[in-house]
């Protein structure tokens, strides 16, 4: 849905482009173009996206991170940009945008780092279990 709703908008931000003729906004537009394209490729990249087992996985996984965060990092901007084109740049619905994108900011930190914190416990369990200084998941 996240894609379909970003090629709505890309299509959109093409037309308005072709019916201001004489209006060019060369970073704004880069930047969306950009960004579609890597939105594209992320998406793509569920078909390819190689089992658990198989030993490329770790570099599909860098790949699609890389991607994933290089397209926030340039949607984020552009629609700073947008801000600019637009005139918008001391404006309530640019500081909206910075109150909304800081919240989801710390959110993401703050999963990030319970993610983490799930990972390292996991992997000091499974190494105490490997050592045999606990047992199995099992305890009667």
């Known amino acids: ?14 037309r308005l482009g072709d019916l201001s003729p004489g209006v060019v906004y060369g970073l704004h537009r880069k930047l969306g173009f950009t960004a579609f394209c890597l939105g594209a490729l992320q998406t793509l990249a569920l078909l390819f996206r190689p089992k658990t087992t198989n030993k490329f996985r770790k570099y599909w996984k860098s790949y699609h991170h890389f991607v994933g965060y290089a397209c926030v990092v340039l949607g984020v901007v552009n629609v700073f940009q947008g801000f ?4 918008e ?3 309530y619905a640019k500081l909206a945008y910075c109150l909304c994108l800081s919240t989801l900011i710390g959110v993401c930190i703050a999963l990030e780092v319970n993610s983490w914190v799930i990972f ?21």
């Open 1 to 14: 849905s996240a894609f379909f709703l970003g090629t709505v908008g890309f299509g959109i931000g093409i």
């Open 84 to 87: 600019e084109v637009m005139g």
């Open 89 to 91: 740049g001391r404006s």
């Open 120 to 140: 390292c416990r996991k992997s000091k369990e499974e190494k105490l279990r490997r050592e045999g200084l606990i047992g199995g998941l099992n305890h009667n």
